[in-house]
């Protein structure tokens, strides 16, 4: 298979998911070496699985590296241009998916071990600390914006003069990752910052077939607003950016 941009994504997008969820369930299942390890482990695991995610996809061929519908909906409306919009996507719940079942592989005997059916689905799919619909759904928006304008702007100063400031090339997949942590650490205490549809629908799905031992609902009642949330974030940032490039 030649790389492409279909398949960076979905490998990516598998990479991510893979460290992202991984960092969550050696945290929270029973008897892992990272058990209890907190808040703090689990927004670094995701900050740096988003950088590693990011040059993986570009080492099978999506120069892009999306791995994240709310990007590429952020992008298209900044560029006015959809055409990568479904294949992006479609690669990314795959890769998502995928993602989320080597997860369960990789953590097999502790689903047993664990009896909280709560700390399960955490593993794979994010929940609000308050359930609240309206602020669950606002807090997913407020963070998604923050993702997009910083990527924007992280990508802004790569292409800008050296001479003036401009990030050296190959550096900007570093400050993403520092971004989402960012991120993770000052806006993800609501719900747990899913900023991304298919980080939370591609596990959410691998949740509800998979199986794992004693596990409860997958709460899809949830489940739309860490997908919408974050598409209508990126969609107004896209927009607002694009005014001010005009």
């Known amino acids: 298979m030649q790389q492409s941009p279909f398949l ?13 969820n991984g960092v969550v369930a050696n945290v929270v299942l029973k008897n ?20 590693i995610g990011v040059f993986t996809a570009n080492a099978f061929g999506s120069a892009a590296a999306h791995l994240n519908p ?111 942590w960012s991120i993770g650490l000052s806006l993800g205490g609501t719900t747990g910052y899913a900023i991304n549809p298919v980080r939370d629908l591609g596990p959410r799905l691998a949740y509800s077939i998979l199986p794992i031992p004693e596990k409860g609902s997958s709460d899809w009642s949830y489940g739309w607003i860490p997908v919408v949330g974050p598409i209508a974030g990126a969609l107004v940032a896209g927009f607002i950016l694009r005014s001010f490039s005009m």
Not at 8 to 20: A, C, D, K, N, R
Not at 144 to 163: E, F, K, N, Q
């Open 32 to 51: 892992t070496k990272g058990e209890s390890g907190g808040w703090i482990v689990i927004t670094a695991g995701w900050g740096f699985a988003v950088m």
């Open 8 to 20: 960076g994504e979905l490998i990516g997008t598998m990479v991510l998911i893979l460290l992202g």
């Open 70 to 180: 709310a990007v590429t909906f952020g992008f298209a409306a900044l560029k006015n241009d959809y055409s990568m919009v479904p294949s992006y996507i479609l690669a990314q719940l795959i890769g998502a998916f995928l993602g989320a079942v080597l997860v369960w592989v990789q953590y097999y005997p502790h689903w047993q071990l664990t009896k909280d059916a709560g700390s399960k689905l955490a593993c794979f799919s994010t929940g609000p600390a308050v359930r609240a619909t309206i602020p669950n759904f606002l807090s997913e928006f407020i963070a998604t914006v923050i993702l997009i304008v910083g990527i924007v702007a992280i990508g802004y100063s790569g292409t800008a003069d050296p001479d003036k400031g401009g990030i050296p090339s190959g550096v900007a997949p570093y400050l993403v990752g520092m971004l989402v």
